[in-house]
């Protein structure tokens, strides 16, 4: 491109004019301003020539979008109706304890706290602990949405829990230190989101190590919980006890180096799946309880069993699509155990004061075509469009 300039302005010189080595008098003039525009404006043409689809053959299609296929459009719009389906879910979830407390403030007005006997509050714990380790994992991501959605399911767990207590049904050690544990994740929380842990290394390290005595307080109550659901009358804290030191005995090994290079990762996950575990146990001891004994099904409140159920049901089309199988087994277990089974539970409880069911079998048979016809939907048309992806 030099030579085609240098001879452009060699052509525009003054016959008479020496070349510009013959001294400052015999100077040559500088070139015309339209030589220069021409040398400036040949590179530009060449590069647009480049872009042009007459420079290349799949230039169109390169610069010009092609037209999506029906299929992957009917694709597309069913990952976007997901979508939407999960923001939808966050309505019935921030309702999901209001009916439960509202009863539960009616029982104690009217003196009848006998009725928040019935409540499992261990079910209520395992919630809690579940919603404390996802904050806490949330909060390291600075994933402000999912802390505010974990922090509400914490408040409204607290609150039920604090209405137990003060009805004397829960132990006062127990409840204590579970205030403190509240406590401190709230404060702990909002100093990480504010990025005041994150300024100096002792934040950073208060921070890791508040992780790791969650991780620990998890992975010790999986097993205690199922042991407590089995073995009610049972005090034994040994299924705790064996956890906890096993847990201890990776975190000291990780601390000097010693853990093996596949497990050295492997703590976060630990704390996620035990995260899971506490949300899947949730409903299994209020489940045993209830076919025990009948007579507690009359603290239950169904809009809380219907929202559980709804909000878990509008995620599952999300979770099959993205086929993240962890969210799935969540997701159905929270709408067939959470919703189903308690309500099944409540259709074969008969009331020993009134001799009736505590719900009636229209009620149950309309709810059961309802959600299964619902997840069978969701199957039937997640697969078309997962074929229709497939084909285009």
Known sequence: MRQRCDSASELH???????????????????????????????????????SPA????????????AASPHASAAQQWGSLTDRMVSISTIPFLFLFLPQLLKN?????????????????????????????LLSYFASKFERNAVLVQALGIASSFAVLTQIRVAGYMPRAVYSGLAVVVGLQAILTGLKLSGRLDSTKG????????????????????????????????????????????????????GL??????????WAATSACAATMLFMLQPVSQLVRNFQDPASL?????????LASAGNGLMVPRALWTRDWVWLTGCLW???????????SMFLGISPATGQRF??????????????????????????????????
């Open 13 to 51: 010189r003054t016959p008479h004019s020496p070349s510009i080595g013959q001294g400052k008098l015999g100077t040559s003039p500088p070139p015309r301003r339209r030589n220069l525009a021409a040398c400036e404006t040949k590179p530009r043409r060449l590069q647009i020539q480049q872009l």
């Open 257 to 266: 180096g010693m853990l093996p290079p596949r497990l050295r990762g492997l």
């Open 55 to 66: 420079a290349d053959g799949g230039g169109d299609a390169a610069i010009k979008p092609t």
């Open 105 to 133: 403030h009616a029982n104690q007005a009217a003196g009848n706290t006998a009725a928040l006997a019935v409540l499992s509050w261990l079910s209520y714990l395992t919630g809690l602990g579940g919603n404390t380790l």
């Open 334 to 344: 929270g709408s067939l155990f959470f919703g189903w089974a308690q309500m099944l």
């Open 298 to 306: 009359q603290g239950l409140s169904l809009a809380t069993i219907l």
């Open 359 to 392: 719900l009636s079998a229209p009620l149950f048979a309309a709810f059961s075509v309802v959600l299964w016809g619902w997840l069978g939907a969701v199957l039937v048309l997640s697969g078309r469009a997962r074929r229709k992806q497939a084909a285009a």
């Open 203 to 254: 934040g950073q390290r208060l921070w890791s190590a508040w992780q790791k005595v969650l991780g620990l307080a998890g992975l010790a109550g999986v097993p205690q919980v199922l042991w407590a659901t089995f073995q009610p009358h049972s005090a034994s804290l040994v299924p705790c006890q064996l956890t906890l030191a096993a847990g201890c005995a990776a975190l000291v090994l990780e």
